[in-house]
């Protein structure tokens, strides 16, 4: 699961999708990307991101009712940002590359990385 901890001087408010999947759980999630840190090009790629138009959206056999709602979150505050991320798993991630999450705070401006925070990079481990 992946957790971030916000490093932010002031209460944020984020779009966060909360859910209740196929097997009847509730879950909130955050719209995020997963990058990977290129040495060749010296600069972090996205593996792996949400799309605005498809963020918070029911899926077939996954959710089944979605609400976006805005949360608040806190300095020094750690949140869950999607309970089924796996990054070790995704491609082309290996043991021992860097890693980091892009948190959206907005969906579906023109421009969302200016609402956006950064989690600390971390190598991979898998």
Same mark, same amino acid.
Request: aromatic share 12%; glycine share 6%.
């Given at each position: 699961?992946?957790?971030? +901890? &916000?490093?932010? !001087?002031?209460?944020? #408010?984020?779009? &966060?999708?909360?859910? =209740?999947?196929? %097997?009847?759980?509730?879950?909130? $999630?955050? /719209?995020? $990307? =997963?990058?990977?840190?290129?040495?060749?090009?010296?600069?972090?790629?996205?593996?792996?991101g949400v799309k605005a138009n498809a963020f918070c959206?029911?899926? /077939? !056999?996954? &959710?089944?009712?979605?609400?976006?709602? &805005?949360?608040?979150?806190?300095?020094?505050?750690? =949140?869950?940002?999607?309970?089924?991320?796996?990054?070790? %798993?995704? $491609? /082309? *991630?290996?043991? #021992?590359?860097? %890693?980091?999450?892009?948190?959206?705070?907005?969906?579906?401006?023109?421009?969302?990385? +200016?609402?956006? !925070?950064?989690? $600390?990079? *971390?190598?991979?481990?898998?």
């Amino acid at each position: 699961m992946p957790v971030f +901890q &916000t490093s932010i !001087l002031l209460p944020v #408010g984020f779009d &966060t999708c909360d859910y =209740v999947s196929d %097997a009847m759980m509730p879950g909130t $999630e955050y /719209p995020y $990307e =997963v990058q990977r840190w290129d040495d060749h090009s010296n600069s972090w790629n996205t593996v792996v991101g949400v799309k605005a138009n498809a963020f918070c959206r029911p899926e /077939p !056999l996954d &959710t089944i009712k979605t609400d976006l709602v &805005t949360r608040w979150i806190w300095p020094g505050t750690t =949140v869950d940002i999607s309970s089924g991320e796996a990054t070790g %798993a995704r $491609e /082309p *991630f290996e043991r #021992g590359n860097l %890693a980091r999450f892009v948190v959206f705070r907005v969906t579906g401006t023109a421009n969302d990385w +200016q609402f956006s !925070l950064l989690s $600390e990079p *971390f190598e991979e481990q898998s």
